[in-house]
């Protein structure tokens, strides 16, 4: 199977910026669609971000538009989520996800999922 790593969260103030990472143990990344997600507790998974298999193609969640951006790095196996403004709204863990389709912002048709990586925006 696919096994994604997530890196790069921590605490920050309100109006910081975090660069989070996802490494992907896969022969070919660019056969990959990838896209971040977030979950609080007690909350549903929230769609954050999404990429293309080529990068041509890419959308996000309303509530991070104009302040996140994702790329992919398909020669390191690695795609990364900037974030900007944060705000304390945004704390929560962020999982990474692939499919070999590109599947947008539904959760359930994304088949492999990393563990996350905690994001925690003090007011």
């Known amino acids: 199977q696919v096994q994604l790593l997530e890196s790069g969260g921590g605490l920050v103030p309100a109006g910081g910026s975090l660069r989070l990472s996802c490494v992907a143990s896969?022969?070919?990344?660019?056969?990959?669609?990838m896209a971040w997600f977030r979950q609080a507790p007690g909350k549903e998974r929230e769609f954050v971000a999404a990429i293309a298999w080529t990068g041509a193609s890419s959308e996000y969640g309303r509530s991070v538009q104009g302040r996140f951006t994702i790329t992919r790095d398909d020669a390191k196996n690695t795609v990364y989520l900037q974030m900007n403004n944060l705000k304390p709204e945004d704390t929560a863990v962020y999982l990474c996800a692939a499919d070999q389709s590109y599947n947008g912002e539904i959760p359930s048709a994304y088949d492999y999922w990393g563990q996350g990586t905690q994001v925690t925006v003090s007011s």
């Open positions: 896969v022969r070919t990344l660019s056969s990959y669609a």
